[in-house]
């Protein structure tokens, strides 16, 4: 016994219902759906109890769907496409129940269509009465195909859709948990789940989605973008660990849920004459131990800021150079920034610095080139405004300083190299 359900448009979730149902399900097309319920007997009831429950399935999905009940699959999914609301195809009825739907139900190849239509023949039931020789001589192994279609008599396994693999496991407590070592525990056995699964469909995970339903109804979330797609359960729960002993939740836990965002693995061939470098899951926990330290926001590869301000950069986490960060080409002047500017005392000649004085740094000005008067950013709290000088000191050096025309005070910003 099959059922099949019909609602144009809506697909995704006529699938989803009738896996509700069933783990036979077989996307026929994009509109209809049919499953097999051959078990749903001993569980619901006879035919007409499980399309009740099917058509109410359907109904709190917020869909409106024709469902019917047949002995096999083609003429559940005819009388589905066919008839409104619920129908019940008993055996051997088939032909006689077809019988006033149109031959498009079918889905005829055009050229068999436009014959049949030649011939005056609108209905399954008028199909069905042509005799077998006949239709295979004139249309066929189409035809004869049509003709059992007709009829109610084709039999064929049903070809089931996979059920959609879902990579997410979640556990309800009894006894809401406080500490962080038995939500560790858990953990461990979540991440070891979820693994498996990623590990006999050759995938792995390129993110990392902890939710934490807490006492307080309120929910504490934690999202892991790993730098390469990555399926190790240790590293997993490291990481896991070290990301909530840095931001714990603010009350006990009830429900912890954990899922991953599948992806193709990483694929490496190492060269003969290249040096190794450090593995990525092990680089990513090292980075991970160093921000629970440092800060999260301190840890990564620096990258240049689309903007004028001088010595502006942010840490981009991943691996690898980040944007603006390719090689100069020839020799240029380096320059060391001190972090932060050195605070200087500057005597002035004509408005030119004549001679410095800061930590380390000491002499009259020989040359000087300037002044660049940068401004910029006066929207946000990083706003600048600034004359900046290259000078030449007295002991060969050379320094970069600028007059901070905001604060009015002098600074050392780096020295060339």
């Known amino acids: 016994m099959f059922a099949a359900i019909h609602a144009p448009g809506h697909a995704a979730a006529l699938v989803a219902c009738a896996h509700e149902f069933s783990p036979l399900v077989e996307e026929t097309s994009p509109d209809t759906v049919v499953l097999d319920a051959g078990e749903l007997e001993r569980l619901i009831g006879p035919p007409r109890e499980i399309a009740d429950a099917l058509a109410r399935a359907v109904e709190e999905a917020g869909i409106r769907a024709n469902v019917a009940v047949a002995s096999n699959c083609d003429a559940a999914v005819c009388a589905a496409r066919g008839f409104a609301g619920v129908t019940i195809v008993p055996p051997k009825a088939e032909a006689k129940i077809l019988a006033p739907l149109a031959v498009s139900i079918l889905a005829p190849p055009a050229e068999l269509a436009e014959t049949l239509d030649r011939w005056g023949i609108r209905t399954l039931g008028e199909v069905a009465a042509l005799p077998d020789l006949g239709v295979a001589a004139r249309l066929g192994e189409d035809?004869?195909?049509?003709?059992?279609?007709?009829?109610?008599?084709?039999?064929?396994?049903?070809?089931?859709?996979?059920?959609?693999?879902?990579?997410?496991?979640?556990?309800?407590?009894?006894?809401?948990l406080e500490l962080l070592e038995p939500l560790l525990f858990l953990l461990a056995r979540l991440t070891g789940e979820l693994c498996a699964r990623l590990t006999a469909r050759g995938l792995a995970a390129n993110e990392l989605r902890l939710r934490l339903k807490l006492e307080s109804q309120a929910e504490h979330a934690v999202t892991i973008r790993l730098p390469?797609?990555?399926?190790?359960?240790?590293i997993f729960r490291k990481l896991l660990q070290l990301e909530l002993e840095g931001n714990p939740p603010q009350s006990p836990i009830t429900i912890v849920t954990l899922a991953v965002e599948p992806a193709d693995p990483r694929v490496v061939q190492?060269?003969?004459?290249?040096?190794?470098?450090?593995?990525?899951?092990?680089?990513?926990?090292?980075?991970?131990?160093?921000?629970?330290?440092?800060?999260?926001?301190?840890?990564?590869?620096?990258?240049?800021?689309?903007?004028?301000?001088?010595?502006?950069?942010?840490m981009r986490r991943g691996l690898g150079p980040g944007r603006g960060a390719a090689k100069p080409e020839g020799a240029r002047l380096a320059l060391r920034r001190f972090r932060p500017p050195l605070a200087a005392t500057v005597a002035e000649d004509n408005g030119r610095p004549a001679r410095i004085q800061a930590r380390g740094v000491r002499g009259a000005v020989l040359r000087w080139a300037g002044p660049w008067r940068t401004a910029g950013e006066w929207w946000r709290d990083t706003i600048w405004d600034r004359d900046e000088w290259d000078v030449a000191l007295k002991d060969g050096a050379l320094y970069l300083v600028y007059f901070d025309r905001r604060a009015g005070t002098w600074f050392v910003e780096g020295a060339y190299d």
């Open 228 to 234: 390469v797609p990555m399926r190790a359960p240790g």
């Open 270 to 314: 190492r060269g003969l004459f290249v040096p190794q470098t450090p593995e990525p899951e092990k680089l990513e926990l090292t980075l991970a131990r160093i921000g629970a330290i440092v800060g999260r926001e301190n840890v990564g590869a620096p990258e240049l800021v689309d903007t004028h301000r001088a010595g502006a950069f942010r």
């Open 143 to 176: 035809g004869l195909r049509l003709l059992r279609l007709a009829r109610g008599e084709n039999e064929r396994p049903l070809a089931p859709a996979e059920a959609p693999a879902v990579y997410e496991e979640s556990i309800e407590l009894e006894h809401p």
